[in-house]
């Protein structure tokens, strides 16, 4: 599977996934069409499938214009996304399958930024709208901390190290930069960021990232760090130190960030 990203609106990114084997074609998230029909028009394809992986306005701000333009496609999202997703079709469960062309893959549930927000797994690659960041996480707005932290932690969590994190807006560069404000001897992630200032003054992206590299960078991925748990202790004496209440804290002063 040929995975093209596609800049959209500010800082959003959407992905035409490409069967190689059908030319049929698949999009996560379009925020809006006119660049994803570009890219459908660049690489000649056939799109049949619409991935949204929650429903905010820029994540599927394109459906309307896609629907129109490309009559019989798929619509995927969570079940609990009825009536939120335009024109939504596949209504899916935790760990339900999808398929177009010949590529296979499922989604996981993780709710925390919104409560239908899920996750497309496929083969080495996994693409997680606005639940996983590099070196972040989506606020908090439907969801818990805790629910947040077992769908980082747990959910996508469970992936191979190895696996392509392919995630929903170009935050890289501040989420970098609040990972060493929270944990400032982090020396992999003082490295990621002088890496990725480079690669964006370049005009590349950061998409994707890895498993790895955000277990090794991601503040909401190492809630049992030392220095995290020191610095959530001088900002809230009282917090027991569990890793939810460590991501709550994180979460809090990422919003204010």
């Known amino acids: ?28 998230d379009p925020s809006e069409a006119a660049p994803v029909m570009q890219a ?6 056939q799109l049949t499938a619409i991935l949204n992986t929650h429903h905010h306005w820029d994540h599927v701000g394109g459906n309307e214009a896609l629907h129109q333009a490309f009559p019989g496609v798929r619509i995927f999202g969570h079940a609990s996304d009825q009536g939120r997703i335009p024109h939504q079709t596949d209504f899916l469960n935790e760990g339900e399958a999808l398929q177009f062309g010949e590529q296979h893959g499922q989604i996981t549930h993780n709710p925390g930024h919104t409560s ?34 077992r769908s980082l932690n747990k959910q996508i969590g469970s992936l191979p190290d190895s696996t392509k994190v392919y995630f929903g807006h170009e935050y890289t560069l501040r989420n970098l930069e609040f990972s060493l404000q929270v944990e400032p001897g982090n020396t992999t992630a003082r490295r990621k960021l002088e890496d990725m200032r480079k690669l964006r003054e370049s005009g590349e992206f950061s998409t994707p990232s890895t498993l790895r590299s955000e277990r090794e960078t991601n503040p909401f991925m190492r809630c049992s760090s030392p220095e995290i748990r020191e610095t959530v202790k001088r900002q809230d004496p009282h917090n027991d130190l569990t890793e939810v209440s460590v991501l709550r804290v994180l979460r809090q002063l990422k919003d204010e960030f």
Do not use: W
């Open 116 to 149: 239908g927000a899920i996750s497309y797994i496929f083969p080495e690659s996994v693409f997680t709208g606005d639940t996983l960041f590099a070196a972040g996480c989506g606020r908090l707005f439907e969801g818990t901390a805790e629910q947040m932290h």
């Open 1 to 28: 599977m040929e995975v093209i990203p596609i800049p959209c609106l500010k800082d959003n990114y959407a992905y035409l996934l490409i069967c190689r084997e059908t030319r049929e074609a698949a999009v996560v």
């Open 40 to 45: 459908i028009e660049e690489h000649q394809v």
